[in-house]
């Protein structure tokens, strides 16, 4: 390949990097995020990570006083609303509840999710969902909490593992980077690299891929050792940081 030609592909490649980043932008832009459970200490430290982004976010519980109580203490925009409201029309849907609460809540919002929505599953399957200790996980039929997720979701709308690691405490601290990975799973690549771009919202953290949807459980209880590990030593906010990749 001769010089001139090597130069017209770097800046035909340079010009595809800028016009994919600006897509990403335009796309931040325009997203609605809802985070169903976001009165919860998970849930509101996302919210108020991806507002203070600049994203439009929407905070969604059962309790519509909670829901606009949360976005007051939010602020940066942020709306509070009952559940199927909050997804109604929202691009990507952050669901936070507690596991006791998952398939129950997913029944209720079915027919409120739009077509193409993203659904970004954290929960946690502990054992304190049943009276048994807060460090250990249950076993799922479905496989993970994303999989028993992906069960109740309406077609067309992908299902992405994710945020499982984040400490609610160091979210909480907005003006302070977190210092953790967060290992993405799922099985549309596009909806992964849509969830990619929310993690790029949170100064500090870093999107890992961490393969198909059936790989959730691994996380899920990487999310309980952490659990452990904070308990042991008496901290609130350990993380994890994948090296060598």
Same mark, same amino acid.
């Given at each position: 390949?001769?010089?001139?030609?090597?130069? *017209?592909?770097?800046?035909?490649?340079? !010009?595809?990097?800028?016009?994919?980043?600006? =897509?990403?932008?335009?796309?931040?832009?325009?997203?609605?995020?809802?985070?169903?459970?976001?009165?919860?200490?998970?849930?509101?430290?996302?919210?108020? =990570?991806? /507002?203070?982004?600049?994203?439009?976010?929407?905070?969604?519980?059962?309790?519509?006083?909670? +829901?606009?109580? %949360?976005?007051? !203490?939010?602020?940066?925009?942020?709306?509070?609303?009952?559940?199927?409201?909050?997804? =109604?029309?929202?691009?990507?849907?952050?669901?936070?509840?507690?596991?006791?609460?998952?398939?129950?809540?997913?029944?209720?919002? *079915?027919?409120?999710?739009?077509?193409?929505?993203? $659904?970004?599953?954290?929960?946690?399957? $502990?054992?304190?969902?049943?009276?048994?200790?807060?460090?250990?996980?249950?076993?799922?039929? %479905?496989?993970? +909490?994303?999989?028993?997720?992906?069960?109740?979701?309406?077609? @067309?709308?992908?299902?992405?593992?994710?945020?499982?690691?984040?400490?609610?405490?160091? $979210?909480?601290?907005?003006?302070?980077?977190?210092?953790?990975?967060?290992?993405?799973?799922?099985?549309?690549?596009? %909806? #992964? /690299?849509?969830?990619?771009?929310?993690?790029?919202?949170?100064?500090? /953290?870093? %999107?890992?891929?961490? @393969?198909?949807?059936?790989?959730?459980?691994?996380?899920?209880?990487?999310?309980?050792? $952490?659990?452990?590990?904070?308990?042991?030593?008496?901290? #609130? @906010?350990?993380?994890? =940081?994948?090296?060598?990749?």
């Amino acid at each position: 390949m001769s010089r001139e030609s090597a130069e *017209k592909c770097r800046i035909v490649s340079d !010009r595809a990097r800028l016009a994919s980043r600006l =897509r990403s932008i335009i796309d931040n832009v325009e997203r609605t995020i809802a985070v169903v459970g976001g009165t919860g200490a998970e849930g509101f430290g996302l919210a108020l =990570r991806f /507002a203070r982004a600049g994203a439009a976010v929407r905070i969604g519980s059962r309790d519509l006083a909670r +829901a606009q109580e %949360a976005a007051r !203490r939010a602020g940066n925009g942020v709306v509070g609303m009952l559940n199927a409201d909050a997804v =109604r029309d929202a691009q990507i849907v952050v669901l936070t509840v507690p596991l006791a609460a998952q398939i129950a809540t997913l029944k209720s919002l *079915k027919n409120s999710f739009q077509p193409g929505a993203i $659904l970004v599953d954290a929960t946690v399957p $502990l054992e304190a969902a049943i009276g048994g200790r807060v460090s250990r996980t249950l076993a799922l039929w %479905a496989g993970s +909490a994303a999989e028993q997720a992906a069960r109740y979701v309406p077609d @067309g709308v992908a299902v992405v593992a994710a945020f499982h690691c984040l400490s609610a405490e160091v $979210l909480a601290h907005a003006d302070q980077p977190v210092d953790c990975d967060v290992l993405i799973c799922g099985d549309s690549p596009d %909806a #992964k /690299a849509a969830v990619r771009e929310l993690v790029n919202l949170i100064p500090g /953290a870093r %999107a890992v891929d961490a @393969g198909p949807l059936e790989n959730a459980r691994l996380i899920e209880s990487l999310a309980a050792l $952490l659990i452990s590990l904070n308990l042991r030593h008496k901290v #609130k @906010g350990s993380g994890v =940081r994948i090296t060598g990749i």
